[in-house]
């Protein structure tokens, strides 16, 4: 009796366990979207929602986009933030919360799996390139069930949004912001003294300038194509950033990855003439010559920039490499600097001055006729913090004692700060 017991018991089990398989490997119904959020213009994000839920039979009819980190607003003007509606028969009501970090979307048409996406288009008040988006999608109206991404790391999304785009010598162009106030303005010369100014010179390049809070401390960096169409990797910049604690720390290096910060140098004034310190690269003339035993033959004539007094040393730009120079007026024809061609015989006392051209390799540059010659505002760093008088950072760090700054700080006002960028840096308060 006790084995058919047995017996009995056993053949039970296999058939519970018969009956109990196939619902424990039947799939779980699913319920995924897909999306993708991107910024074709300035201002601008388009994020565009599928249903792709496997099952077929899971709905989406409402949705919530939330900006989790970037100090983004949203633009609630409902000509600006909209749906598109790709579907005729898509309706929906778009509701920006009063934070304007959120936007909502309900009463649209159920969104069924293979059904083409919606399409919303939101406008901001602010740009970055940090500007992250949190996601929740569900079956009812802000109710019901909730979709998950199709891909588990897709949240939160992260989009780089233009601010606009500036051309050659625009002046104290706003910078757009519902938090700060800042203005900026382009060099009519690039960095090499090339003239911007003028049909087919310019390329009106797009711009970033991304604000953000670290340990307490506002940081800001400021940012624009150098390859490819619609950029120019030699352009020059100023910034006047109204904020308090002011910025006075600077950093370009590494060139991936956080910046390392320094006490901002202060820039430099043109050597001669009645220009400020703000002033952005220009050129002092062009080369009629290049090297001839150690000298330079200069046409100043048209320069915008006046050089100073003979035997007066100075630094100049000459393509990519910076040289130390000084106006020889004994070494031209006669006595009075006039050279072979025509113009000023210049002594060049240095050369791959600062650690130039950038990045290396510090050989000279091919001095040739025509070339301009620039002044410029970037100063050599000291070999002590101008502030605290520490030792600077070793060149591992990754800056050097008479490194040439990329950024310097042209002035400080009660709430202001003026600096100078032509190395893709960050400014960050104290």
Request: aromatic residues 8%.
């Amino acid at each position: 009796m006790n084995s058919l017991r047995r017996v009995f018991c056993f053949s039970m089990a296999i058939m519970i366990a018969a009956f109990a398989l196939p619902g424990l490997a039947a799939p779980q119904n699913t319920k995924q979207y897909s999306l993708a959020m991107t910024s074709p213009a300035e201002l601008k994000v388009v994020a565009t929602l599928t249903n792709v839920s496997p099952d077929g039979n899971s709905n989406i009819s409402s949705y919530k986009f939330t900006i989790t980190s970037g100090n983004a607003k949203i633009n609630p003007d409902p000509t600006k933030t909209k749906l598109t509606q790709q579907d005729p028969r898509k309706v929906g009501v778009v509701t920006v919360d009063a934070s304007q970090t959120s936007v909502t979307v309900t009463g649209i048409q159920p969104l069924k799996p293979g059904q083409p996406a919606v399409i919303l288009t939101i406008a901001l008040f602010d740009c970055g390139s940090d500007i992250k988006w949190d996601a929740i999608v569900w079956t009812g109206q802000t109710s019901g069930q909730t979709f998950a991404p199709d891909t588990p790391s897709l949240l939160p999304i992260t989009t780089s949004v233009t601010c606009g785009t500036i051309a050659c010598a625009a002046t104290d162009v706003p910078v757009p912001s519902s938090f700060y106030t800042a203005t900026v303005t382009r060099g009519a010369y690039d960095k090499d003294g090339i003239n911007t100014v003028g049909a087919g010179l310019c390329e009106t390049v797009p711009y970033t300038v991304t604000v953000q809070t670290v340990l307490s401390k506002k940081q800001q960096h400021f940012e624009w194509p150098v390859l490819g169409a619609g950029s120019d990797e030699r352009a020059a910049f100023k910034y006047v950033v109204n904020a308090t604690p002011l910025f006075k720390q600077v950093g370009w290096l590494p060139i991936t990855g956080s910046a390392t910060f320094i006490s901002g140098p202060r820039c430099l004034a043109p050597p001669a003439g009645p220009q400020t310190m703000g002033v952005l690269p220009a050129p002092y003339g062009a080369l009629l010559a290049g090297l001839v035993g150690s000298y330079i033959e200069v046409n100043t004539t048209g320069g915008v920039v006046a050089r100073p007094a003979a035997l007066t040393q100075f630094d100049v730009v000459i393509g990519t490499e910076r040289l130390t120079v000084h106006y020889d007026s004994t070494a031209g024809i006669g006595a009075d600097g006039v050279g072979p061609n025509g113009g000023e015989l210049w002594f060049v006392d240095a050369r791959n001055v600062g650690m130039t051209p950038v990045g290396g390799p510090y050989t000279p540059t091919t001095l040739t006729p025509g070339d301009p010659v620039v002044y410029t505002p970037l100063p050599l760093l000291p070999g002590v913090d101008p502030v605290t008088l520490a030792p600077l950072p070793t060149p591992a760090s990754p800056y050097a004692i008479n490194m040439q700054a990329q950024m310097c700080i042209v002035e400080f006002g009660a709430t202001s700060t003026t600096y100078i960028d032509i190395g893709d840096g960050w400014a960050s308060q104290p």
